[in-house]
């Protein structure tokens, strides 16, 4: 598909009781549920903010919402490195098995 068409993809969303139209490849429902965590996440850290500007809520959120990525980010490096040693051992033990039976 063209670049200019994926540009010209309108989608509407609504976050902390503002609409926004974006451009953009996702489909509406993507962007809903885009919308609906950042939504989420906005009015979690404005009950602990009450009275702050919404600019300020607004980086309050994505700086939460990074967290929780790295953070996730983290967990799977940890998991794919323990995976990873898990599969070396595996393929260790199997190539002794096979030096074990071939005579000699």
């Known amino acids: ?3 200019s068409k994926i540009l010209n993809k309108r989608l509407h ?7 926004y139209a974006l451009r953009g490849e996702a489909d509406q429902d993507y962007a809903q549920k885009l919308a ?13 903010s009450e009275g702050s500007p919404f600019s300020k809520l607004v980086v309050l959120a994505a700086i939460n919402i990074a967290d929780e990525l790295l953070q996730l980010q983290e967990k799977q490096k940890k998991q794919d490195g323990a995976t990873e040693k898990k599969t070396r ?4 033990s199997i190539e002794e098995e096979f030096d074990d039976t071939i005579p000699q």
Do not use: W, Y
């Open 1 to 3: 598909m063209p670049r």
């Open 13 to 19: 969303i609504e976050v902390f009781g503002r609409r």
């Open 36 to 48: 609906a965590i950042v939504d989420q996440k906005i009015h979690e850290v404005s009950q602990h």
């Open 89 to 92: 051992r595996i393929i260790e």
